[in-house]
């Protein structure tokens, strides 16, 4: 037990280091190895299966002094608010492929009415460049054509396919496997003389079916593009011989287009495939439906800030990211703020106060936010509200839960008044853009005037679809955003909506008795364009035509309903809201070190200043000194800055040599330098950074120069 706890704090010491050196000079001794574990049965038994609750993967914060029970509370936190996200996301890409499935399903029900005698049955499925979606939409079209069509599927991709042997082996070994435990337990119909088929064989498979029959046996070629033609050419081919015993269909998951596909097959394997195209949901559509579940839902627990998800979709339109790395960001994203953020325990419903140190509190209090409203309240004259804030944990507490339900309220009224917005317009409106502008700045008086100046520019039949949308939308709520019918809270919005468009009707059928156009003062029509005639000049002035009284009655409507509008839409933006750092995540350091990687400028600066990552007092120096205490690597890096584009190995190792020889304190003899010399050399040709030079023998090319 010593030696295994022993070993456990040394890993947990060296799990968090930014780097790791290895020194074979001190691991020579072998007094840190570990003692060898004789094996004393040969079946691995199974580790004792650790309760998750006693698992931890976050770390104390505020220097270690956070209590364990808050560090596993975020942790806590994190798994909860992440699994529902994902249970959401998942259902929406599920969802997505429905359409596409029901077409598949149906042709392969009636393709033995129609297809044509020989021809193999074939959907190729248009999925785009998005291939890591590929995995789900052919899991489920395995689970539903299994059910529905009764039919075996096997998935291949182009990995599995290194030849015709190997393809063979994974067709008959899944549909001819047994569903227990032992993967390798087949169960292969025995010949008359009573030797086995071979595992290749495609006779092995025809017998099987005799005992177990199957309306199709189904092929899918995930990413079929990624195919050896000849031997994609040879499958099909072969496939179509056995088709009279083995009622074979097939699948291609096609990235480009059918034209494409067919180009690189042989004609006379075309002409053994009888099919059909099936387009799937485009990933720009479901990142849509992803970013109204994921982040502009109503119950996200965790809200990110407009500037990181604008980073997040500007990297997926230009990039042609895969939804899973959308996906994936949003998760990091999340967990950086539980990770990294000790007040995020406040997010919880039963956070008690025992968990909490004096240092969440001392640390609210150094929130921005937080400051900023305590000088409000002293600018206001509430000295003892911002005492008892500043003094009182207690007080604080309550403040902070009431600034959590503050929070919601003012989520769901921005979530209503931007689904007015929406519904409101006539032509499409670009509602992620709306969302991530009101996040950062609120509905202010730019949006409303845009949005009141379009009402007024409606004609009377469009201004009254428009207030039907509204008021759908406030009767009916919205299911994706989260948000329910809030006509109890608008009583007011919808009497003035109701009241107008019952009016705008009554208006209308007015001016077509009277043999006019129900028009306002606002609309193009009424602006006319008269021409004066003066000392043989011509003038052109603007004048306005003369209003009916149903087209002043109906004006003065429009001017109430944008009067309305324009008090009811305005919102502030998420950062003027007290305590917003709780709740509120708008950093894109992470996620650009992440999802973004520089490998070059990372191993750049390493090789420079090695002190940034060692944290070692040895490699600390000043103005790129070169030290003898540096790393080789690093010491052959600072003299390989100073060459030319050719480098001559014998001077590279007399410059090495002088740095790191006898001559200096605790310098290196000769065979141990050049030992060392050899592997900063190959870790700097690993490195792509040299060459073997073709031009002299005894020297070497320089493939980068630093900072280009």
């Not at 800030?305 to 604008?310: F, H, R």
Request: charged letters at 25%; proline letters at 3%; aromatic letters at 8%.
């Amino acid at each position: 037990m010593a030696v295994d706890e022993s070993l456990r704090d040394t890993y947990e010491e060296k799990q968090h280091q930014t780097a790791y050196i290895f020194d074979p000079l001190d691991e020579a001794g072998g007094v840190n190895r570990p003692a060898k574990r004789r094996k004393v049965s040969k079946r691995p038994s199974q580790p004792e299966a650790q309760p998750a609750e006693s698992w931890l993967a976050f770390q104390p914060l505020f220097g270690g002094a956070e209590d364990e029970r808050c560090v596993r509370l975020r942790q806590q936190l994190f798994e909860k608010s992440w699994s529902q996200i994902d249970d959401r996301i998942q259902h929406i890409l599920r969802k997505a492929n429905e359409s596409t499935l029901e077409e598949v399903t149906s042709f392969l029900q009636a393709t033995p009415d129609h297809a044509p005698t020989g021809k193999i049955p074939s959907a190729f499925i248009i999925t785009g460049p998005n291939l890591a979606s590929q995995d789900l939409l052919f899991e489920q079209l395995s689970e539903t054509l299994h059910i529905q069509v009764d039919a075996k599927v096997v998935r291949l991709r182009s990995g599995d396919a290194s030849n015709m042997k190997a393809v063979l082996k994974k067709i008959i070994h899944e549909i001819t496997a047994r569903e227990t435990d032992d993967e390798n337990d087949l169960e292969l119909a025995m010949g008359k003389d009573g030797r086995k088929y071979l595992n290749y064989d495609l006779e092995a498979l025809y017998a099987h079916l005799k005992s177990n029959p199957r309306r199709h046996i189904i092929i899918a070629f995930q990413d079929s593009e990624a195919f050896e033609s000849g031997l994609l050419s040879d499958l099909i081919s072969l496939f179509s011989s056995w088709l009279n015993r083995i009622p074979f269909a097939l699948l291609f998951g096609v990235a480009t287009s059918v034209e494409l596909f067919q180009a690189r097959l042989l004609k006379s394997t075309c002409q053994c495939l009888y099919g059909d195209q099936f387009d799937v949901e485009q990933s720009s559509t479901i990142v849509e439906k992803i970013f109204k579940t994921a982040i502009a839902h109503c119950e996200v627990p965790l809200r990110l800030g407009s500037s990181l998800v604008s980073s997040l979709l500007e990297r997926q339109q230009d990039q042609v990211s895969s939804i899973p790395v959308f996906v994936s960001s949003l998760k990091y994203a999340y967990m950086c703020h539980f990770y990294a953020n000790p007040l995020a325990v406040f997010l919880s419903d039963g956070t008690e106060k025992e968990f909490l140190g004096e240092e969440h509190f001392e640390a609210v209090r150094c929130l921005a936010s937080f400051r900023r409203y305590v000088e409000n309240a002293i600018e206001k004259g509430q000295m003892k509200e911002a005492r008892l804030l500043l003094d009182d944990d207690e007080h604080t507490t309550t403040f902070l839960q009431n600034c959590l339900r503050e929070s919601g309220q003012w989520l769901r009224n921005l979530l209503r008044k931007l689904k007015i917005l929406t519904s409101g317009m006539i032509a499409p409106v670009d509602f992620t853009g709306l969302y991530l502008d009101a996040i950062s700045d609120g509905i202010g008086f730019n949006q409303i005037t845009e949005f009141t100046d379009s009402i007024k520019r409606m004609q009377p039949a469009d201004v009254a679809t428009s207030l039907t949308r509204v008021l759908g939308n406030i009767e009916n709520g919205d299911a994706s955003l989260g948000l329910d019918s809030w006509a109890d809270e608008a009583e007011e919005s919808v009497s003035i909506f109701t009241d107008a468009l019952a009016r705008i009707e009554a208006l209308q059928a007015d001016a077509e008795e009277k043999g006019n156009v129900l028009r306002s003062k606002y609309g193009g029509q009424t602006r006319v364009l008269r021409t004066t005639v003066v000392a043989q000049k011509v003038q052109l002035s603007q004048d306005t035509a003369t209003l009916t009284p149903e087209d002043t009655l109906y004006t003065k409507l429009v001017d109430d309903i944008v009067q309305h509008i324009t008090e009811t839409l305005h919102c502030d933006g998420a950062k003027n809201l007290c305590l917003n750092e709780l709740w509120l995540f708008d950093s894109k350091t992470p996620y650009k070190d992440v999802f973004i990687p520089r490998p070059r400028g990372v191993i750049e600066r390493a090789l420079s200043r090695p002190h940034d990552y060692l944290n070692c007092s040895c490699c600390e120096t000043k103005e790129d000194q070169i030290m003898a205490t540096l790393p080789v690597t690093a010491i052959l890096y600072q003299l390989y800055l100073e060459t030319g584009s050719l480098i001559n190995v014998a001077d590279l190792w007399s410059a090495y040599y002088n740095i790191v020889g006898e001559e200096n304190e605790e310098g290196l003899d000769e065979r141990a330098a050049l030992v060392l010399f050899y592997r900063g050399m190959a870790e700097m040709r690993t490195m792509g950074f040299v060459k073997q030079s073709r031009k002299k023998a005894d020297h070497i090319a320089k493939l980068a120069w630093k900072g280009l």
